[in-house]
C-alpha cells in the first residue's frame, strides 16, 4: 500500500474535465498540494493507506470555483450605495468614500473579510484590482488563498499613487516580491479605458509582454462608455485598445457588454478572454454580454462577482445561476448557457483567463488539490438525477461544507480554519462606525 496525505471518497465527483461529466463513488488522492490519482473508492482503499480519510457520501466533490473579477476589499462597502446607475455610483459615492476612507488598514480587514466570504461560498482563487495590492497580496497568501493580484493603474491621484510612474513603480515592487510564490501571481490592472491614457497604457503592454503578466481591465461596461469615447477620441474603446496592443491572449476584457459582431470576431481572433459578470451588470443596469454568440465564436468567457458594493456579495454559485439565466432571456433560448457551460466558466474558464490552467480549474491528475464539497442532503437538494444540474440551478453556498485549497484544508465543516472569525467581524464593526459618522 502506498503511503499518501489524503483520500476524498464521494457519491459524486464532478472534475470540470473533458472526459467526464461526473463520476459515481469515486475517491480523489491527493500527496502534499496535488491530485496524484482519481479512481473507484473501492480501489483507492486497497491501494492507498492515507493519513486523512474523508467520506463525502451524499455530497458533490467539485473544482473550486474561479471568481475572475473583484474589488476584494471593497466588501467594506457592501451596502453604502445601491440602485444608481454606474458613473453616479462612481463619481458621487464610491470615489469619494475611497479616497476618505481607503487606506492600509481598511485595504486589509476589507480583502480579509471578502476571502472569508469566498472560502465559505467555495471559490479558492480570486482575480482582483484594488489599491494596496501589496495589502492584498499579503492578506491572501497568509490565508492560504489562490489569487491572481491586479497591479492597478488610473490616471488621477489616488490613496495609492500619484502619478503613472508611480502606480508602475509600486505595482512593480508588487511583482517582483511575489515572483515564483506558490498562491501569489500578479497582472497589470488599468482601470478602464476612459480612466487610463495612451502613454501608461503603451507602458505597461511593454511590461506585460516583457514579464509575461496578464492584463485586466474593465473594457464596454456601457452604452455611456463607448459613446463618450466615440465623442472623445473618434473610436470605440476596444479599437483604441487594439491599436495600443493590448487585444492579445494575456487580457481580461472585464464586462463587455457593447459588442459588435466584427469585436467578437477581434476577440476572438486575438485570442483574449472576456470576464462576465451578469449581476453586477444588472445591478448597475450596465448592459447585457452577449455570452452565447462569445462562446460560439470561440472566446473564452469566464466569470467574476465584481465587487461586493455593486452584487451586493461574492457569491459564485448565484453568478452561475444569474448567468445561465440571463443568458436564456436575452436570446429567449433556453438552451443558451447549459449548466455545464455555466460551471466550466466558474472553474476552468477562469483558470485559462488566469493563466493558470495547468495548475487548477478541474480536478485532473498533476493539479492542484483546489477542492470543494457541496453537501446535497438537504431539503432544499434532494431529489437528486443529475448533479452538474444540481449545482448551478439548485445548490447554494451555504451547502459548501469543505474547502481544500492546494491539498490544505481552509474550511471544515464550514469553519475556517485560517482566519479568526470572531476578531474579523469586530474589525468590521469597527470600521463600519467610522463610515457612518
Ligand atoms: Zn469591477
Redesign the pocket.
Known amino acids: 500500500m502506498e503511503k499518501i496525505d489524503t483520500l476524498l471518497h464521494a457519491r459524486w465527483i464532478v472534475p470540470v474535465d473533458d472526459k467526464h461529466r461526473y463520476l459515481d463513488n469515486h475517491c480523489i488522492a491527493i500527496n502534499e498540494d496535488k491530485i496524484i490519482e482519481i479512481l473507484p473508492s473501492s480501489e483507492a482503499e486497497r491501494k492507498y493507506q492515507a493519513n486523512v480519510n474523508r467520506h463525502f457520501n451524499k455530497s458533490a466533490l467539485m473544482p473550486g470555483m474561479i471568481n475572475s473579477?473583484t474589488?476584494a476589499a471593497m466588501n467594506l462597502f457592501r451596502g453604502l450605495a445601491d440602485d444608481l446607475n454606474l458613473m453616479d455610483w462612481l463619481e458621487n459615492h464610491i470615489w469619494p468614500a475611497e479616497a476618505k476612507h481607503v487606506n492600509e488598514g481598511f485595504v486589509q480587514t476589507g480583502t480579509e473579510l471578502a476571502i472569508a466570504e469566498m472560502i465559505r461560498s467555495g471559490t479558492t482563487c480570486f482575480n482582483d484590482?484594488y489599491f494596496f495590492p501589496d495589502v492584498t497580496a499579503r492578506v491572501a497568501a497568509n490565508i492560504g488563498m489562490r489569487a491572481s493580484i491586479g497591479l492597478i493603474m488610473i490616471d488621477f491621484p489616488t490613496v495609492w499613487a500619484s502619478t503613472p510612474e508611480e502606480y508602475i513603480d509600486k505595482g512593480l515592487n508588487v511583482f517582483d516580491h511575489y515572483k515564483g510564490h506558490d498562491l501569489i501571481k500578479t497582472s497589470f490592472a488599468p482601470h478602464a479605458p476612459y480612466t487610463v491614457s495612451d502613454e501608461p497604457l503603451k507602458r505597461i503592454c511593454t511590461l506585460a509582454n516583457e514579464l509575461e503578466l496578464n492584463v485586466h481591465m474593465?473594457i464596454h461596461e456601457t452604452a455611456f462608455e463607448i459613446s463618450e469615447a466615440e465623442k472623445n477620441n473618434g473610436q470605440r474603446p476596444l479599437t483604441r485598445l487594439n491599436e495600443l496592443g493590448l487585444l492579445t491572449p494575456s487580457l481580461q476584457a472585464?464586462h463587455m457588454t457593447q459588442l459588435q459582431d466584427k469585436e467578437i470576431d477581434l476577440l476572438s481572433a486575438m485570442g483574449s478572454h472576456v470576464i462576465h459578470c451578469p449581476e453586477s451588470n444588472m445591478k448597475l443596469a450596465s448592459g447585457i454580454c452577449p455570452v452565447t454568440q462569445l462562446l460560439d465564436a470561440g472566446v473564452n468567457v469566464a466569470l467574476g462577482t465584481?465587487?461586493s458594493s455593486s452584487n451586493n456579495d461574492l457569491d459564485m454559485f448565484g453568478e452561475m445561476r444569474s448567468a445561465a439565466m440571463l443568458a436564456k432571456i436575452s436570446s429567449m433560448d433556453a438552451t443558451a448557457v447549459s449548466a455545464e457551460q455555466a460551471l466550466q466558466m466558474a472553474t476552468i474558464n477562469g483558470a485559462k483567463a488566469l493563466g493558470i490552467d495547468d495548475i487548477t480549474g478541474s480536478l485532473e491528475v498533476g493539479k492542484s488539490a483546489d477542492i470543494i464539497a457541496v453537501n446535497f442532503d438537504t431539503i432544499e437538494t434532494i431529489p437528486i438525477y443529475d448533479p452538474v444540474s444540481h449545482l448551478v440551478y439548485c445548490s447554494s453556498r451555504e451547502h459548501v461544507t469543505d474547502v481544500w485549497i492546494a491539498g490544505k484544508q481552509r474550511l471544515t465543516d464550514r469553519v475556517l480554519n485560517s482566519i479568526d472569525e470572531d476578531k474579523l467581524k469586530q474589525d468590521c464593526r469597527d470600521i463600519n462606525k467610522t463610515l457612518e459618522k
Do not use: E, P
Open positions: 473579477h474589488h484590482m474593465h472585464v465584481d465587487s
